[in-house]
């Protein structure tokens, strides 16, 4: 079955400052990785996907992460955090399959600070 | 850019009534999904829905649970007897399908407060 683990529920960060929110994942199969972003009151949004291609893949708002299948990991980074980041971010994982479900993670609520 | 709209946007019932969850995926997508979201916890797959049937549910979407696209455009997740628990914000999603993990395109959900 397949999992998701994120170091943290809770990350703050000052403004300017690297971002790093972490992903591990579980899954018996070559998995697709996924991160959502959902801002207060909104719904979720895809930052960005990693399906077997290149493996640093880059997505919206400056957001990119890397895939390392030795450490089944898929960790968020950004150089630079801007006030707007404040979000909720979810890694999720799927199979891949016809239905391709998906599986988040808990979450980790990221603040910027000023 | 195409969206997935949902309706409500926020519904109050009384607990034991019926309630609709409305969802128009977007046009050309052929695989659908209800998530759900307990506040402050993680989001849970409830149930995909594919070729006018379930294509697989989870443990929490028991028998007062159903899904249905009457019109070829509507995605309605219909819970029976509402209870307490059911409080949460339900996600539509939907994908088009052609590739695999292309990922979804979520609705900004609907928030179900049961009292």
């Known amino acids: 079955a397949q999992s998701v683990t994120q170091l943290g529920s809770h990350v703050s960060v000052s403004e300017g400052a690297l971002v790093l929110l972490r992903c591990n994942y579980s899954s018996s199969v070559p998995p697709y990785l996924f991160w959502y972003v959902q801002y207060p009151n909104q719904g979720l949004q895809l930052l960005l996907k990693?399906?077997?291609?290149?493996?640093l893949v880059k997505g919206i708002n400056g957001f990119e992460a890397e895939f390392k299948k030795s450490e089944t990991s898929f960790h968020l980074t950004k150089p630079s955090a801007h006030m707007s980041d404040a979000a909720e971010y979810f890694c999720a994982v799927s199979e891949g399959t016809s239905y391709d479900k998906v599986i988040f993670g808990p979450g980790t609520s990221l603040s910027v600070i000023p | 850019e195409p969206e997935v709209t949902q309706t409500p946007s926020h519904q109050v019932t009384q607990m034991g009534q019926e309630v609709i969850l409305r969802c128009v995926p977007i046009?050309?997508?052929?695989?659908f999904y209800w998530y759900r979201q307990i506040l402050g916890q993680k989001v849970e797959f409830l149930v995909s829905f594919y070729n006018n049937e379930i294509s697989e549910k989870s443990e929490i979407f028991d028998d007062q649970f159903s899904v249905e696209r009457p019109d070829g455009s509507n995605f309605t997740l219909k819970i029976r007897s509402t209870k307490l628990e059911d409080s949460a914000m339900y996600f539509c999603?939907?994908?088009?399908?052609?590739?695999?993990?292309?990922?979804?395109?979520f609705g900004s959900g609907t928030r179900l407060t049961v009292v």
């Open positions: 990693y399906t077997s291609a290149a493996t």
């Open positions: 999603a939907s994908r088009p399908g052609q590739i695999a993990g292309d990922g979804y395109t």
């Open positions: 046009s050309n997508h052929l695989y």
